[in-house]
């Protein structure tokens, strides 16, 4: 199975299992695997001379993925709703037997809170991946599907064991060699893949292109309302379904940065995502529908039109009117994955239409990989947001919310994410969307365990690091809610206006007096959008979380914060210490040398080296930005560059 | 020959010829040239029933490359020095009979002043050009030479008929493919691209990769010391001449923007290029090698380190060293190509060194041929600058500067350049290579009558339009000197900040009070590479020509030029003015439609409106972020966005 790093939390524990395991009950796959990971975790091959049996069981009672674990001295039963439950209840008892709980006291009822835990690879034909960090494709080779057959079976297991139980493997940016997976001349490819995944649990989704009907079909346009078109993805879907029956479905970005859509043809964006959902529909079919639609050619000089704006003004209206198999796919804030975000007012407010909540797990702003950033505490953040004074965002789900959907941050890379501990992130994400009450607290805990044992002294500072990685973040990143200042393109390291001109729809607008957006109802009136309760929140400078003030609110660089400090200064103190929290890092990851495997410290230690580098230019080009904008020194004297 | 835009400059002449010629004399390709030329130009077959006799003899008295014109009533006699002289006998007379210049009355010596006029093609084996914006190569193609024979034979005729006696193919980034140009794999296809270019009196120059002893010839170092290395260029050069017995020589960009050189493996400049040098002699070759070095990792806060001043202090100090076919190839200017800087100090500064001045026709930086600028009133600005109290840049020609050299601004596009108005550049380029003395004015007249015709109502408009045009792009553009206020990598429109936090040692380091650097004797010192009198001019704000007062001062927004203007409204100003100027443009050329040939007339009117998107881009870009900066609003109240 490889060297450390690629096992990731399939480690082998570092305890020993106080007992011979003998296996009995329901012979499926779960079995199987359940066999496999004591032999691969604890070096035991279950037989029957064991002392502790442990039985599989369908309990057709509990929901089909659910499962229980209860033991006494006597033994233990794992029993399923159905054999998925089954395996998610094997997967679940092996990482309690690495976490070393005992098995005899063991009472656990675990179903999942979301139907539908998914996960989009932005993989491209040729092998590259957009906003990819660690490596190549695990899915393509050459313009085609291409792979590793035991590492994709190896990673199949990986998401399984966190609950993830959809993958979509081509980018929702369909190129033209991608486009033909819907064909007979990518389907047989496809369905191999789909064959590995699928004792697994997991499902695939395809990433179709909104022009199919023209570039793959022949016809002289995509226009929903065209009965040719309408023919097209039925025999598509067909055609796809002979080939993989269990596909979840397609998932489309259309009318978005330059892609094709229905606004395009001057249709409805219910129009394009129900023809295509009519097709699927016989199959049992779901076409997941982004709703990451904005104008990306905006002029900087028109101060009206404003990007966050536009998903819900896109999509609010349209409420109702989708078919009840379309989850419109919502990116988690109104921007686009940055640091600091509200999160999206279209979560919630549509209460007739299935929504998938979308996150980024692959560090496209939040430090490619090289720095330090555990998304989950984001995510908790993001579920601990109020969508009414009754309703948290958390509480969506199952609800509106059917799905949970990230970006994926997996590559060819031996250790799968580039960042090892970046494999935290994919972790976190799996058991979050399985049941998004889990604190990132407990799932970082978890998730440090599983991969570096249950030793206090390992398992504490590590963990401790993670969960202050994103505060960390943030403080050397655009301050306040801001965004946006970095390098175009590829989206690492500091440029204060690298966006300002652009067509992108994402200013800060600052001058050497003020900085930031008004979006109250004074300014552009995106708090509109928002629930009564939230937008009176974010509407006033004192009730608004002073970490989006910027974000909602123009102020001058003198403006008091809470704690009396002037806006300036407290980017200046931010800055520097984003830097310093850094170097702590270093020093923590440093002392742990002894206690992690050496290839693992290193690779780790070189990263924090990246980081610090980039914290230092973070500082220092923001620090050096503003001293040059607002001609205001640091109060405390430190360097500011001039 | 093709449409209009092909023909160029070879355009059939608009008045007819006053006789029959009869072509007598020294049979050679010049004269077949000159009896092509009669018929495509005037549809005249020149034969024994011509009534105006026209002799070419070679006169062994005459400077090789030289030619006399001297007609009267009974004939007109074309001499050249060689049969080379003789062909550029023969164009010059075309040009004169196409211009209407009465051949009784013809008196005319023709030298040239530099020896070698050079155009540098950045074409990669892929066909794609850098800095290219007029199509593929018209060199290569998919990883080899590849070409269109007829093409590439008129080509050659338009570079002959204008003076250029040497081309380099391939990019001065050279990359695999292209390195193999100087193996038995590549001579073969280059050595019949040489045969087509040898008739035109045009020498083929091959750029070369520093390491090609390693990527080549199998060595493990390219250390110009080690004498396999030599061995290696010994043979090479063999090889090369081989194929190509009259190739000019290599071009060499070493130690430049992550290329590999001398500097990197501790060697001096001089035992690089010497080395290669030597290895070229036996055969009558030259080295070319570019003094383009400097620090392209530098830190931002490094603000003693000053690009301009790298050449200099790399090369300045070598003088003396280098085997006489060196050519040190020197950018005009210290920076790298912009609108306005001043020019290199090394140009002069360098007595025991041959030199050649590089300019660039591809407008990298002056509006990619979508914006209509003269190169050629640069060039007479680069020329009519003193190098000393008693001797001007244009002076060096023909002494320590023995090569003018620029940067093709060709492609596969139907008329060459992407912008038809842009021929006129190569054009000048040319002639001026020739004889630096003759004036953008003159030059700029000689090809539009060529081009469209000696018609005062087309003539003098397009004249003082292209005339104008290098002011009018200055004006929209990066203010007084400070240039790179260009969106990277690309180089078009503008981003006021996209260089200042970059690597590349360019910024303005702008503040809310002053911008510009100080690279006087009281900054970094940069003046004090110059002469005593030219470091003078620049080293005060009062003499410092004023369009380059940013380039060598920091100042304040509210200092006042001389004519009482604060620098900041001088910014607006010329901003505003800038598209205006382009608004003009546009109504000048509408007027031209009846005089114009349709195809070009629409060609050029779509470019001046993409020019006039690009300047109202750059107006309020620029004079958005000095309000912002500033706060001080226009004194004339027009609209400066916020």
Redesign the interface.
């Known amino acids: 199975m490889g060297s450390f790093g690629y096992r990731a939390w399939l480690q082998p524990a570092k305890t020993q299992l106080g007992f011979l395991p003998k296996l009995t009950g329901h012979r499926c796959f779960a079995f199987e695997e359940f066999a496999y990971g004591l032999e691969s975790l604890f070096g035991k091959k279950p037989g029957d001379d064991g002392d502790y049996a442990i039985s599989l069981e369908i309990d057709k009672g509990l929901p089909w993925e659910a499962y229980t674990l209860r033991g006494d001295l006597a033994g233990l039963r794992i029993a399923g709703g159905s054999e998925k439950g089954l395996l998610y209840g094997a997967y679940g008892l092996l990482a309690r037997l690495c976490l070393g709980e005992p098995v005899e006291t063991l009472n656990i009822l675990e179903k999942p809170t979301v139907a539908h835990r998914v996960l989009n690879h932005w993989d491209n034909a040729d092998g590259t991946i957009e906003r990819g960090y660690a490596g190549k494709s695990i899915f393509f080779q050459g313009g085609r599907i291409g792979y590793d057959l035991p590492r994709l079976k190896d990673y199949a297991r990986l998401l399984a064991s966190i609950g993830i139980n959809e993958i979509s493997v081509n980018n929702v940016n369909v190129y033209p060699d991608s486009a033909k997976l819907i064909t007979e001349e990518g389907l047989p490819d496809l369905a191999k893949v789909a064959e590995v995944f699928r004792p697994f649990g997991i499902r695939l989704i395809i990433s179709v292109h909104f022009d199919s009907p023209v570039i793959l079909g022949g016809l002289p346009t995509a226009d929903p309302a065209d009965p040719a078109v309408a023919k097209y993805w039925a025999d598509a879907a067909k055609r796809v379904y002979q080939y993989i029956p269990d596909l979840a479905g397609f998932l489309m970005k259309a009318d978005s940065e330059f892609r094709s859509g229905p606004a395009a043809l001057g249709r409805t964006q219910d129009e394009g995502a129900n023809i295509i959902a009519r097709a699927l529909a016989p199959f049992g079919g779901r076409i997941y529908w982004r709703c990451f639609i904005y104008n990306c050619k905006q002029d900087?000089?028109d101060t009206t039109t404003d990007r966050p704006k536009a998903a819900y003004n896109e999509f609010f209206p349209l409420d109702g009117k989708f078919d009840d198999n379309v989850i419109l796919q919502v990116k988690h804030g109104p921007s686009d994955f940055q640091v600091r975000e509200p999160n999206s007012p279209l979560l919630g407010a549509m209460t007739q239409t299935h929504q998938g909540l979308e996150f980024q797990i692959t560090q496209e702003y939040t430090g490619q990989q090289k720095d330090l950033y555990a998304t989950a505490v984001q995510w908790e953040e993001i579920f601990d947001t109020p969508v009414t004074d009754a309703c948290m965002t958390r509480d969506l789900a199952g609800r509106e919310v059917t799905a949970i959907v990230a970006v994926a941050n997996t590559g060819t890379d031996a250790n799968w994410t580039g960042h090892l501990l970046a494999q935290a992130n994919l972790y976190a994400f799996g058991r979050m969307a399985w049941n998004p009450a889990q604190t990132a607290e407990q799932l970082t805990r978890d998730w440090v365990a599983l991969t570096f044992g249950t030793d206090p002294a390992v398992k504490e500072p590590i963990s401790a690091m993670l969960l202050e990685s994103r505060w960390v973040y943030e403080k050397y990143n655009a301050p306040l809610g801001l965004g946006w200042m970095v390098n175009?393109n590829h989206h690492y390291g500091?440029?204060?206006?690298?966006y300002e001109?652009m067509k992108w729809g994402t200013y800060h607008?600052?001058?050497?007096?003020a900085i930031g957006v008004d979006r109250t109802t004074h300014g552009t009136e995106f708090t509109a959008q928002y629930h009564q309760y939230v937008r009176d929140l974010y509407e006033s400078k004192k009730t608004c979380p002073e970490k989006l003030l910027l974000f909602f609110h123009r102020l001058p660089y003198t403006y008091k914060l809470k704690n009396g400090q002037t806006l300036l200064q407290y980017i200046y103190d931010t800055h520097f210490e984003g830097v310093e929290d850094v170097q702590r890092f270093i020093t923590i990851w440093d002392s742990l040398q002894d206690k992690i495997p050496p290839e693992a410290h290193t690779s780790v230690q070189e990263r924090l080296q990246l980081q610090l580098a980039n914290a230092q230019?973070w500082r220092?080009?923001i620090n050096?930005y503003f001293?040059?904008?607002?001609?205001i020194p640091d109060e405390k004297g430190r360097k500011v560059?001039?």
Chains 1, 2 share one sequence.
Not at 494 to 498: A, D, I, L, R
Not at 509 to 513: D, G, K, L, V, Y
Not at 627 to 631: A, E, I, N, P, V
């Open positions: 900087w000089r175009i500091p440029s204060p206006e690298g001109y607008r600052a001058t050497h007096t230019e220092d080009v050096n001293y040059r904008l607002t001609g560059y001039g």
